[in-house]
Every structure is written in structure tokens, then in C-alpha cells.
């Protein structure tokens, strides 16, 4: 790849190296640089600029990020479209990130324009979350190191993957000695509870007993008798050795010792068992305590259905002092399964969208537009239906005039619906209802014309992929040509300003104002260009024209 200081006449084709802000006009970097940039550099007064051209055994920083990711993909995971050299990965489920530390710096090792940046190993991992990114560093990689990263990517079996977590049921026991509180066998219990609810798990059964090897061994055994996956003592005293009462327990109850102790502070005094197949754990004292301690790393590993025996038990040291760490964001005792409504949503960041099919169609001439059929589908359906096939969730419709006819064409598409009683006062009207509608825990939305029956989900799912609003990229304008279009994707910084428009007017005029955070996304063909406005513009769409709408 070349790189260096070139005059801008000589720079058509090549890659901006450093953002320009001039004017009123934002050249972002990795810029392919047009014609028509370059006049409007030389007419800011600059005469030469930093570029990087690629040359042959190059490959291009998007394309080298995907072949990476797409190698370095496992079951659960998924990779989002690459953008400015960054392929993201984000776990498809909760459950246990797995990887070879070895292989990721073996992939790390092959070239510094290559980097591979992964969460700790066997961290836990809900829906949607960021695993691993991808990052090419400078605008190109040797076309070699890219192979040589994805061989070592693919290896023996995919380098990521995430362990889902099962729903196992659980068992209890907690034992008793004088002067030990109910109530602390109380909290006890909803800790473990609260601790196993996170994870997808739950207690199905409580014994509590003396602390004596005897009863404990029968309660083990009847707790067993009922089917449950998993068993978990808490003992009234600290296990000190393999031959103290819960250990003895477990081996009158049939069962034998497979590992205690562990590398883990707090956590250290756990113990492993098992009775035929079944585990059987006692645990420390600290498991009491929402905070996190060695035992959440064991659990979170047999719920993922992970090994989780003597060695890999033994191997925990690395990062296993947790006793000067803060606990977790939220408490597990706290902690709620994710709703259904949450595991469907695509990993990444959280997009929605709003389709305004509000509109009179006034240049129309009268009918409403939304409601013409297309290959005998009424457009605003068509419309709702490229949405779907997108990664935005939810779609949020809104609906003004013909609302009803409107309201029936979408018919039973799981699209939201809501109603714009001041449509006739503008567009603005139905951007602010819309936004009003919009779930809190959104990240940005897609602002989505419904007279753009082109607009694919494949348009709007790269849109999402260059969204990172951290990395300045918290506006995304797909562009044809350097000429912009529709929809435009917003972080949910700027709802406030847009709720605040007034008029027949939607948000664009705050991409001049928020020039330095807005990424343009080139699309391959016209859909984000074209929209239909007229009669003779829909008979062409209908009748299967080249050139059926108006280009903005």
C-alpha cells in the first residue's frame, strides 16, 4: 500500500487518510476521493493531502475484516458487515464464550495489520452482546497474512463459539447447626436463587438438615430421587478437608470426590463431587454473597454444558483473584432472565425503525400512494415487508391519512402501528409521534419513507454495521454516487432534537449541523435515490420500467 502526501489533482480514486472538515462539508477518512471531492478540497485552499493507495496483493480493509471474521465465526456467534476495516462479533445466545487463547495470538502474531480482539475466555455473554472484533489497521492487508489468518482462524473447528446455557433444575440442601439463623438459610436461598434465574436455571427443590454426615447423606439421596440436574450444599461449617461432613456425606449417598479447592479467591474451599452422573457441589462460604466468586465460574460452566472438572478447575488461577474486584453491574440475586421479546432481537446494537406512511400524496393527485399495488402488493406493505427482512426491530408504522386503508394493507406484517392525528400539519408531526412510540432501550432508529418500495433489508442492515456512535459514526447516510439518499439511520442522542422540528420538514438538516459525526455508507445501486412521487413515476414502477421513480 502506498501512502503519502500527494497533490490534490493527483488524488481521484485514492483514500482519504485524515478526516477534512471544510465548511459546512465533513470528508470523512477511508473517503474513496471523487472528482467532485477534490474540487471542493481545492476550493478550500488546499493544494495537497494524505492518501493511501492499495497496491496489487492488497486486500481491501473491509473485505480483509470479513474473510477474517467469516473464518473465526463459531455456533452462536455471528459477524456483522464490515465497516472502515472493523468486523464486529456478537453472540447469537447467552452462555459461555470458548476459545483458544493460544490461537488467537497465534492469528494476533501473523501480521500487525491484522488484529483479532476477543473478551476474556469463557466470559459470560448474553444476546446481542459484542464478543470479538475484527480490526484491520491501516486501509489494506497483504492478501498472504489475510490467508495465513484465516487458516489459522479455522485451524481444528471454528476459533469462537458460545456455549448456550441449558435450563437445568436444581437442587438445594442446607445444613444446620446451633445457633445458625433461619434467616440466613432465607437469604441463602435467594441468592442461589436469584444467582441460577440469571443463568436460565432453576431451584426446584430445598432440604435443609443437621450438619451431621448421616442426615446429610440421606437428604442427598432424596433430593437426587427427584431427577434434578444439578445439586448444591451449602454446609453450616466451612469444608477444611475430603474427609469433613458434606465429603463423607457424599460418599455414603454412593457418590465419590472428584476435586477440592480451587485457585479462586474468593472460592477457594469448593468442592466437587458426583453421585453416578450427577454433580454435586459443596460450596464455599462465599456463595452466600451475590458477588461474584469461584463458584459462579464453575456453575457458569456445567450450565453451559462445558467440562468443568479437576483440571479445568486447576487452570482458574489466571484472573482468579476476584476478592479486590467490585461485583458485577448487577448482582446475580438481582439479575432477571432476558424476556422473550429480548432473545429475538439480532445481536448488535439496538436499531428500530419508523415507516412514515402518513403522507397525503398530494402530488399524486389524490389517490394515496401507499395503497397502489406493486407486483400486487399495496407499497406501503412492500415497504413494511423489505423492512422486516432488515436486522431493525422494532418497526413502528405511522399512520395518518387513510389511516384505516393504510392500517388494513399492512394487515397481519408485525409491524406497530400508531396514529398521527396532526399529520396534515406536516412531516415533522409524524417523526415526533413516531419517536414517542419508539421503545426506551433503543440505541438509534432508522427513519424510513414509505414511497421507497426499492429500499432493500440488505440496504438497511449495512447501515446498521457502520453504526457505532463511540467511533463518530452516530449518523449513517447511505449515499449513491456521493449523492445521499434515504432512510438515514439516528442515535438516540438526537431524538430530542428531532422531536423538536416543526413544519412539513423531516430531520436532514441536522447532518449539516452534526457534520463531524455523520458516516456515508455507498451503496451499489439507486434504491436509496428514488422514491415516487407522481403518477407517471408509479405507472413506470408498476409496469416494471428502468427508470420509474424520481432520483432526489
Given at each position: 500500500?502506498?501512502?503519502?502526501?500527494?497533490?490534490?489533482?493527483?488524488?481521484?480514486?485514492?483514500?482519504?487518510?485524515?478526516?477534512?472538515?471544510?465548511?459546512?462539508?465533513?470528508?470523512?477518512?477511508?473517503?474513496?476521493?471523487?472528482?467532485?471531492?477534490?474540487?471542493?478540497?481545492?476550493?478550500?485552499?488546499?493544494?495537497?493531502?494524505?492518501?493511501?493507495?492499495?497496491?496489487?496483493?492488497?486486500?481491501?480493509?473491509?473485505?480483509?475484516?470479513?474473510?477474517?471474521?467469516?473464518?473465526?465465526?463459531?455456533?452462536?456467534?455471528?459477524?456483522?458487515?464490515?465497516?472502515?476495516?472493523?468486523?464486529?462479533?456478537?453472540?447469537?445466545?447467552?452462555g459461555v464464550l470458548v476459545?483458544?487463547?493460544?490461537?488467537?495470538?497465534?492469528?494476533?502474531?501473523?501480521?500487525?495489520?491484522?488484529?483479532?480482539?476477543?473478551?476474556?475466555?469463557?466470559?459470560?455473554?448474553?444476546?446481542?452482546?459484542?464478543?470479538?472484533?475484527?480490526?484491520?489497521?491501516?486501509?489494506?492487508?497483504?492478501?498472504?497474512?489475510?490467508?495465513?489468518?484465516?487458516?489459522?482462524?479455522?485451524?481444528?473447528?471454528?476459533?469462537?463459539?458460545?456455549?448456550?446455557?441449558?435450563?437445568?433444575?436444581?437442587?438445594?440442601?442446607?445444613?444446620?447447626?446451633?445457633?445458625?439463623?433461619?434467616s440466613i438459610l432465607d437469604?441463602?436461598?435467594?441468592?442461589?436463587?436469584?444467582?441460577?434465574?440469571?443463568?436460565?436455571?432453576?431451584?426446584v427443590c430445598e432440604t435443609?438438615?443437621?450438619?451431621?454426615?448421616?442426615?446429610?447423606?440421606?437428604?442427598?439421596?432424596?433430593?437426587?430421587?427427584?431427577?434434578?440436574?444439578?445439586?448444591?450444599?451449602?454446609?453450616?461449617?466451612?469444608?477444611?478437608?475430603?474427609?469433613?461432613?458434606?465429603?463423607?456425606?457424599?460418599?455414603?449417598?454412593?457418590?465419590?470426590?472428584?476435586?477440592?479447592?480451587?485457585?479462586?479467591?474468593?472460592?477457594?474451599?469448593?468442592?466437587?463431587?458426583?453421585?453416578?452422573?450427577?454433580?454435586?457441589?459443596?460450596?464455599?462460604?462465599?456463595?452466600?454473597?451475590?458477588?461474584?466468586?469461584?463458584?459462579?465460574?464453575?456453575?457458569?460452566?456445567?450450565?453451559?454444558?462445558?467440562?468443568?472438572?479437576?483440571?479445568?478447575?486447576?487452570?482458574?488461577?489466571?484472573?482468579?483473584?476476584?476478592?479486590?474486584?467490585?461485583?458485577?453491574?448487577?448482582?446475580?440475586?438481582?439479575?432477571?432472565?432476558?424476556?422473550?421479546?429480548?432473545?429475538?432481537?439480532?445481536?448488535?446494537?439496538?436499531?428500530?425503525?419508523?415507516?412514515?406512511?402518513?403522507?397525503?400524496?398530494?402530488?399524486?393527485?389524490?389517490?394515496?400512494?401507499?395503497?397502489?399495488?406493486?407486483?400486487?402488493?399495496?407499497?406501503?406493505?412492500?415497504?413494511?415487508?423489505?423492512?422486516?427482512?432488515?436486522?431493525?426491530?422494532?418497526?413502528?408504522?405511522?399512520?395518518?391519512?387513510?389511516?384505516?386503508?393504510?392500517?388494513?394493507?399492512?394487515?397481519?406484517?408485525?409491524?406497530?402501528?400508531?396514529?398521527?392525528?396532526?399529520?396534515?400539519?406536516?412531516?415533522?408531526?409524524?417523526?415526533?409521534?413516531?419517536?414517542?412510540?419508539?421503545?426506551?432501550?433503543?440505541?438509534?432508529?432508522?427513519?424510513?419513507?414509505?414511497?421507497?418500495?426499492?429500499?432493500?433489508?440488505?440496504?438497511?442492515?449495512?447501515?446498521?454495521?457502520?453504526?457505532?456512535?463511540?467511533?463518530?459514526?452516530?449518523?449513517?447516510?447511505?449515499?449513491?454516487?456521493?449523492?445521499?439518499?434515504?432512510?438515514?439511520?439516528?442515535?438516540?442522542?438526537?431524538?430530542?432534537?428531532?422531536?423538536?422540528?416543526?413544519?412539513?420538514?423531516?430531520?436532514?438538516?441536522?447532518?449539516?449541523?452534526?457534520?463531524?459525526?455523520?458516516?456515508?455508507?455507498?451503496?451499489?445501486?439507486?434504491?436509496?435515490?428514488?422514491?415516487?412521487?407522481?403518477?407517471?413515476?408509479?405507472?413506470?414502477?408498476?409496469?416494471?420500467?428502468?427508470?420509474?421513480?424520481?432520483?432526489?
Amino acid at each position: 500500500m502506498k501512502f503519502g502526501e500527494v497533490p490534490v489533482a493527483e488524488a481521484e480514486g485514492a483514500i482519504l487518510a485524515h478526516s477534512l472538515k471544510l465548511g459546512t462539508t465533513a470528508l470523512k477518512k477511508a473517503r474513496v476521493l471523487s472528482a467532485a471531492d477534490l474540487e471542493t478540497i481545492a476550493a478550500a485552499g488546499l493544494t495537497s493531502i494524505t492518501v493511501a493507495r492499495l497496491e496489487p496483493g492488497d486486500v481491501g480493509e473491509n473485505e480483509a475484516a470479513e474473510r477474517v471474521a467469516a473464518a473465526a465465526v463459531g455456533p452462536g456467534i455471528t459477524a456483522a458487515a464490515p465497516f472502515t476495516g472493523r468486523a464486529n462479533l456478537h453472540a447469537e445466545t447467552g452462555g459461555v464464550l470458548v476459545f483458544d487463547r493460544e490461537r488467537v495470538d497465534r492469528l494476533n502474531l501473523v501480521d500487525e495489520a491484522i488484529t483479532l480482539g476477543t473478551l476474556p475466555p469463557f466470559s459470560v455473554v448474553e444476546p446481542r452482546q459484542m464478543v470479538a472484533t475484527v480490526k484491520i489497521i491501516p486501509f489494506a492487508a497483504p492478501e498472504m497474512a489475510v490467508e495465513h489468518c484465516v487458516k489459522a482462524a479455522i485451524g481444528e473447528g471454528p476459533l469462537l463459539r458460545v456455549a448456550p446455557f441449558r435450563a437445568l433444575s436444581v437442587g438445594l440442601i442446607q445444613t444446620r447447626l446451633p445457633g445458625l439463623k433461619e434467616s440466613i438459610l432465607d437469604k441463602t436461598r435467594e441468592v442461589t436463587e436469584g444467582r441460577l434465574a440469571a443463568l436460565g436455571c432453576k431451584l426446584v427443590c430445598e432440604t435443609r438438615c443437621a450438619h451431621v454426615t448421616t442426615e446429610l447423606s440421606g437428604a442427598i439421596g432424596e433430593a437426587l430421587a427427584q431427577g434434578i440436574d444439578l445439586l448444591l450444599i451449602h454446609g453450616a461449617s466451612a469444608i477444611l478437608d475430603r474427609r469433613d461432613v458434606i465429603p463423607a456425606a457424599i460418599e455414603a449417598a454412593g457418590g465419590r470426590i472428584a476435586h477440592f479447592g480451587m485457585p479462586v479467591d474468593p472460592g477457594n474451599l469448593l468442592l466437587l463431587g458426583h453421585v453416578d452422573e450427577r454433580v454435586v457441589l459443596g460450596l464455599p462460604g462465599c456463595a452466600r454473597s451475590p458477588k461474584v466468586n469461584g463458584f459462579d465460574w464453575v456453575l457458569e460452566r456445567l450450565v453451559a454444558g462445558l467440562p468443568a472438572g479437576p483440571a479445568e478447575i486447576m487452570r482458574m488461577g489466571s484472573g482468579g483473584l476476584l476478592a479486590e474486584i467490585p461485583s458485577r453491574p448487577l448482582p446475580r440475586a438481582e439479575a432477571k432472565p432476558p424476556s422473550e421479546k429480548a432473545k429475538e432481537r439480532p445481536p448488535g446494537p439496538r436499531i428500530g425503525a419508523l415507516l412514515l406512511a402518513a403522507g397525503q400524496s398530494r402530488r399524486m393527485g389524490g389517490p394515496n400512494k401507499l395503497l397502489a399495488e406493486i407486483d400486487g402488493v399495496p407499497m406501503v406493505a412492500r415497504v413494511a415487508r423489505r423492512l422486516l427482512a432488515s436486522r431493525a426491530r422494532p418497526i413502528v408504522a405511522v399512520l395518518g391519512n387513510r389511516a384505516d386503508e393504510i392500517d388494513g394493507a399492512l394487515g397481519h406484517l408485525p409491524v406497530e402501528r400508531v396514529r398521527n392525528p396532526d399529520f396534515a400539519a406536516g412531516l415533522s408531526t409524524s417523526l415526533k409521534c413516531g419517536l414517542a412510540a419508539l421503545p426506551a432501550d433503543l440505541d438509534g432508529v432508522l427513519v424510513c419513507l414509505g414511497d421507497m418500495p426499492l429500499v432493500s433489508g440488505r440496504h438497511l442492515d449495512r447501515l446498521i454495521a457502520a453504526f457505532n456512535p463511540l467511533e463518530g459514526r452516530a449518523i449513517v447516510v447511505p449515499t449513491r454516487r456521493g449523492k445521499r439518499g434515504n432512510p438515514v439511520l439516528w442515535a438516540k442522542r438526537f431524538f430530542s432534537e428531532m422531536a423538536q422540528i416543526a413544519g412539513d420538514v423531516g430531520a436532514r438538516h441536522l447532518i449539516g449541523e452534526h457534520a463531524e459525526l455523520v458516516a456515508e455508507v455507498e451503496m451499489n445501486d439507486d434504491a436509496i435515490l428514488v422514491d415516487i412521487d407522481t403518477p407517471e413515476a408509479l405507472a413506470a414502477l408498476q409496469a416494471g420500467g428502468k427508470q420509474p421513480v424520481t432520483i432526489m
